[in-house]
C-alpha cells in the first residue's frame, strides 16, 4: 500500500527518476511545451515550478541550485532569463496539462502537452487590463469602491447643470 507516499516513483529507480524530471525539465523550458504521458507530466510539475521560482532571484546560489537540477546550461540561460522575466509577477501556477484525446499506441498510456502558462498566446485576451494582484484582505477595497461611485455621480450632477442646446424640433414647436 502506498498510504501517505506522495512522490510517484514512475517505475524508476531514483536516480533513473531524477535523470528523466532533470530532461524533461530542461526540454520544457527549452521548447516552451512538451507532450508526455499525463503522470509523467504531474510529476514534472512538482519539479520543476519551484525551479521557476527560484529563478525569479537572479542571484549566484539560485543558478548554482538550478543547474543542481537541470544539468544544462542552455536551459539555465533561457530559465533566469526569458521565463523569469514573464514569470516576474505570477505567484505560482507557471505550467498547464492539457489531456489530449486517445492514448499512446505501445502501452495504451493516457497523453497530455504540457506547457508555459505564459508563452502560449492563445489563451491570452487582448488589450484587457491587468488586474492588481494582491493577497491581502480587502479592507482596503471598501474605500476605493466608495470613491470610485461617488465620481460617476458627480459627473452626472455636472452633466444636467449644462443648459441644453436648442434642437431643430424644439425651434420649430416654439
Do not use: W
Amino acid at each position: 500500500m502506498r498510504h501517505g507516499k506522495k512522490i510517484n516513483h514512475l517505475g524508476r529507480t531514483s536516480a533513473h527518476r531524477h535523470a528523466l524530471l532533470s530532461n524533461l525539465a530542461s526540454s520544457l523550458i527549452l521548447n516552451k511545451r512538451i507532450t508526455t504521458t499525463v503522470a509523467k507530466a504531474k510529476a514534472l510539475r512538482k519539479y520543476v515550478e519551484p525551479l521557476i521560482t527560484k529563478a525569479k532571484t537572479d542571484s549566484t546560489h539560485s543558478r548554482r541550485t538550478a543547474f543542481a537540477y537541470l544539468q544544462n546550461k542552455e536551459s539555465i540561460k533561457i530559465l533566469f532569463g526569458e521565463i523569469a522575466g514573464r514569470t516576474a509577477d505570477r505567484p505560482g501556477g507557471y505550467t498547464r496539462i492539457i489531456k489530449l484525446s486517445g492514448v499512446r499506441l505501445g502501452d495504451a498510456a493516457d497523453m497530455c502537452l504540457m506547457e508555459l502558462v505564459d508563452f502560449n498566446d492563445t489563451y491570452k485576451k487582448e488589450g484587457a487590463a491587468k488586474k492588481a494582484k494582491t493577497r491581502r484582505s480587502g479592507k482596503g477595497k471598501k474605500e476605493e469602491t466608495a470613491t470610485i461611485t461617488a465620481e460617476p455621480a458627480a459627473a452626472a450632477e455636472a452633466k444636467e447643470e449644462k443648459p441644453k442646446k436648442a434642437t431643430k424640433k424644439a425651434k420649430k414647436e416654439e
